[in-house]
């Protein structure tokens, strides 16, 4: 019998199609130590963020008969990919289920940092009145410079188009010839955005993507939102540039280190916060969930 572990939980509905095609699934949580010893009683492991697969994991997989490694999620950044792909243990993602999620999340921040949500709510439960403090800007009319033109990006640039907004975008790929909306350099994007917001995968071989350099590049008094991974902006240059006013706010969804004890950055008057909540909507954990399913189903045939 194929059998499955989800080790970061995974949708009912998904449970019950495997189930029906004979596949058995336990849903259950194993720490580091214990996934070691469990793994090679499956042929399939699910993974959510909270699961770092690391190469020790898979040699202890290998010793069994681990197959299938599915990331619930889009970014595969807690997989050790290259040893998964030595050991022939394939790796597969949902990159399609969650990025209107993600795209809605990073249009709250934005809200959030340009209306002082975030401050406003402390302050008022702490007893405050401060109406003349929060003098807000408007999203509509200002430019978003979306770096990374993937499918978040473009349900973004979709969403921020709907509310005014002029969208223009870089991307690795380079210009993708069919969008609606005008592709630039990076610097470029750096020097005519209002708010620039990431949807890149974090590469630790090319580093943060706006540190000191990139933010000095920056419209004075632009947003940053980061909705991909925390190591895509340098947190110390965050922080150092919402203390000048150069940067007037930042969202901010994930962190260098998760979860974060960067207090300085969370509590920051100018800053919007979420505990790497991005995809975590009924519907897109639904979806995902959907997609696991297909994922397993149609590897085994079934
Ligand atoms: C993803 O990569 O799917 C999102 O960042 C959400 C998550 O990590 O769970």
């Known amino acids: 019998m194929i059998r499955v572990l989800a080790n970061d939980g995974l949708q009912e509905g998904a449970i019950d199609r495997l189930k029906l095609a004979g596949i058995e699934v336990v849903n259950n949580h194993y720490d580091k130590d214990k996934l070691k010893e469990e793994i090679k009683k499956f042929d399939v492991l699910v993974v959510r963020s909270a699961t770092k697969v690391t190469a020790d994991i898979l040699?202890?997989?290998?010793?069994?008969?681990?197959?299938?490694?599915?990331?619930a999620g889009v970014g595969v950044d807690n997989i050790d990919i290259i040893k998964a792909n030595e050991l022939g243990i394939i790796v597969k993602n949902t990159p399609n289920a969650s990025s209107d999620s993600?795209?809605?999340?990073?249009i709250a921040h934005m809200f959030s940092v340009a209306r002082f949500l975030g401050d406003s709510n402390y302050t008022m439960r702490i007893g405050e009145w401060n109406k003349k403090k929060y003098e807000g800007i408007e999203l509509s009319g200002k430019t978003?410079?979306?770096i990374g033109m993937g499918r978040i990006g473009k349900a973004l640039a979709k969403k921020a188009s709907a509310l005014g907004m002029v969208v223009i975008y870089n991307d690795i790929f380079g210009k993708q010839e069919k969008l609606p909306y005008e592709f630039f350099t990076i610097d470029e994007i750096l020097k005519k955005s209002d708010f620039i917001s990431l949807?890149?995968?974090?590469?630790?071989?090319k580093g943060s993507i706006i540190g000191r350099k990139e933010i000095g590049m920056m419209k004075e008094g632009a947003y940053i939102i980061n909705c991909a991974r925390?190591?895509?902006v340098d947190e110390e240059a965050l922080l150092e540039a919402l203390d000048s006013g150069k940067?007037?706010?930042a969202g901010i969804d994930v962190f260098a280190e998760e979860p974060t004890k960067n207090e300085k950055l969370i509590n920051h008057p100018r800053v919007s916060v979420t505990p790497?909540?991005?995809?975590?909507t009924k519907e897109a954990q639904n979806r995902i969930g959907e997609e696991v399913a297909t994922i397993i189903l149609s590897f085994f045939n079934k």
């Open 102 to 106: 993600v795209a809605e999340l990073a």
């Open 144 to 146: 978003l410079g979306i």
């Open 230 to 232: 925390g190591k895509v």
């Open 59 to 71: 040699n202890e997989a290998q010793k069994g008969n681990l197959k299938l490694i599915v990331r």
């Open 199 to 205: 949807h890149v995968p974090y590469d630790k071989t």
């Open 276 to 280: 790497h909540i991005g995809a975590a």
């Open 247 to 249: 940067i007037s706010g």
